[in-house]
């Protein structure tokens, strides 16, 4: 069965630093790339970046750059997202998805984890 | 503010057909193509409409996707009431090197 299991909860301070998995199963990771996206509470979805599960290649979006890293573990099968500093503005449900092995702007996301909560606060 | 601008609402009774609007530019939609999420309140989202216009297996033919120039739609033709959900178009866009998404159209049926 094609799925993605990720972690969970994580309630975190801010300037903290959260790393949610994301661990697939089904298929290998060489195949595909992941693609992380978050929703903030009562608001739409945000493309966080990508990485390739074959090359390890990643982009990110300009947004979260440079507090961000994507990862992969082909032992485990599954994709790390690490994000840094984090505010309140972080809080949200973070989502991994399956997308192209070798482009991000390739292939619609067609599995999706089933989202961690990350919770930021004082 | 979202890069795709979609109705915050949509609303029909059962049997209705239902249109859901996405207007983008040239260096997204104008230029890649756009898939379609539904989102049930809780749950994460689902891949409903690929490539503008392809259903997924498993999604019911009552829905269909197109696409013209800057803008694409999402048609629901005999709404049910397990329609009723969140739907999300997104696009690549080439300028910000990045994928957009619109801000979502809660469809809901009366």
């Known amino acids: 069965q094609l799925q993605l299991v990720q972690s969970g909860v994580e309630v975190k301070k801010p300037g903290a630093s959260v790393k949610v998995s994301c661990q697939a199963s089904?298929?290998?990771?060489?195949?595909?790339?992941f693609i992380w996206v978050r929703q903030a509470p009562g608001q739409g979805l945000e493309w966080m970046g990508w990485?390739?599960?074959?090359?390890?290649?990643?982009k990110y979006a300009e947004r979260v750059r440079g507090r961000v890293t994507m990862t992969t573990d082909p032992s485990t099968n599954a994709a790390y997202m690490e994000l840094r500093s984090l505010t309140s503005d972080d809080t949200a449900v973070y989502y991994c998805?399956?997308?192209?092995?070798?482009?991000?702007?390739?292939?619609?996301?067609?599995?999706w984890g089933q989202g961690t909560v990350v919770f930021v606060s004082s | 503010q979202s890069v795709l601008t979609q109705p915050p609402s949509a609303s029909g009774t059962r049997g209705q057909r239902v249109t859901i609007s996405c207007s983008g530019s040239?260096?997204?939609?104008?230029?890649?193509?756009v898939n379609w999420y539904q989102q049930f309140p809780g749950a994460a989202p689902k891949l409903f409409i690929y490539?503008?216009?392809e259903r997924p297996s498993g999604v019911p033919d009552r829905f269909s996707g197109s696409k013209s120039g800057t803008s694409a739609s999402l048609a629901i033709s005999g709404l049910q009431s397990e329609d009723e959900a969140d739907y999300y178009c997104?696009?690549?866009?080439?300028?910000?090197?990045?994928?957009?998404f619109g801000g979502g159209t809660k469809v809901t049926v009366l």
């Open positions: 997104a696009a690549w866009d080439d300028r910000l090197d990045a994928w957009v």
């Open positions: 998805a399956r997308g192209s092995r070798d482009k991000p702007k390739i292939l619609a996301f067609d599995i």
């Open positions: 089904g298929y290998s990771l060489f195949t595909h790339g």
């Open positions: 990485i390739s599960g074959y090359n390890r290649k990643t």
């Open positions: 040239s260096s997204n939609i104008g230029n890649n193509l």
């Open positions: 490539s503008s216009d």
